[in-house]
């Protein structure tokens, strides 16, 4: 919001004349009493003159100021001015707007659209920043692809999604198979590693499966469930894995697994 007092004014100026339509909404205060309205509205000229000046014994508050292009050509040099036309007095840069856009200054900041209404740039003021205010992005916005396994809060590019799908994809296309003793006595969690390996990342998520239904000895004939087992990569050799079931299992069973991406 701009407070204006009593014969302040308010002052613009576009690289282009008669093409930028301005309209300034607000309030003003006199005497006690609070008005609503349009402000000023008009077009902007090629050298910088007053746009709207506070009557006598009233205070003007400025909510919001649309600057709309009128032309089908961009236009440049847009400035807005505060109480003069100096450059000491300039409250804006110097703003381009596009081809039949629009430019919004109000109390979440200065916001740039095209002739379709799509966000081309911002300027959020500090209260926008604290409510988080989200954008939507033009159709099309283009963004560095980030690195693969990047887990950090960067924007993800649909590159890197068919990335990342793709590195999935060709590591699981080798499936191997290891057996596992988990000794005589019955019990529903435990560990074992996969030893012998070569070429391995540290790190890495193994997946795995159990193979089949168990010929192995249970402690419970009726029922079986299903053994879950996860594994890590410890290092360039050797795989840990995790195991646990529902029921009681001994002996040796076997496990389809394969590294992750």
């Known amino acids: 919001m701009l407070t204006l007092a009593a014969t302040n004014t308010l002052a613009g100026v576009a690289g282009t004349g008669s093409a930028i339509t301005y309209t300034i909404f607000g ?6 009493a609070e008005t609503f309205a349009i402000l000023a509205q008009g077009q902007l000229g090629s050298s910088a003159s007053t746009l709207y000046t506070v009557s006598a014994s009233t205070t003007a508050f400025i909510k919001q100021i649309i600057l709309a292009n009128t032309t089908g050509s961009s236009v440049s040099g847009v400035i807005l001015f505060a109480n003069g036309t100096g450059a000491g007095n300039q409250i804006t840069g110097s703003i381009l707007i596009p081809a039949n856009g629009t430019v919004m200054i109000d109390d979440d900041g200065m916001a740039v659209y095209d002739q379709n209404g799509s966000l081309l740039s911002s300027i959020l003021s500090q209260t926008a920043q604290s409510l988080n205010v989200a954008s939507t992005l033009p159709n099309n916005t283009l963004a560095t692809t980030q690195s693969a396994l990047d887990s950090s809060t960067k924007v993800a590019t649909t590159a890197y999604a068919d990335n990342a799908v ?14 596992a003793d988990f000794g005589a006595q019955p019990a529903k969690n435990g560990s074992f590693q996969i030893t012998g390996l070569s070429g391995l990342t540290t790190g890495k998520i193994v997946f795995l499966s159990q193979v089949g239904q168990p010929t192995s000895a249970l402690t419970d004939s009726i029922e079986f469930d299903q053994i879950i087992a996860t594994g890590v990569v ?21 496990f389809n697994y394969w590294i992750g991406a």
């Open 234 to 254: 410890l290092n360039s050799t050797t795989i840990q894995v995790n195991w646990g079931c529902a029921t009681n299992v001994a002996n040796s069973w076997t």
């Open 27 to 32: 309030m003003t205060l006199l005497s006690g």
């Open 166 to 179: 793709a590195a999935y994809s060709s590591s699981v296309k080798t499936i191997h198979q290891t057996t």
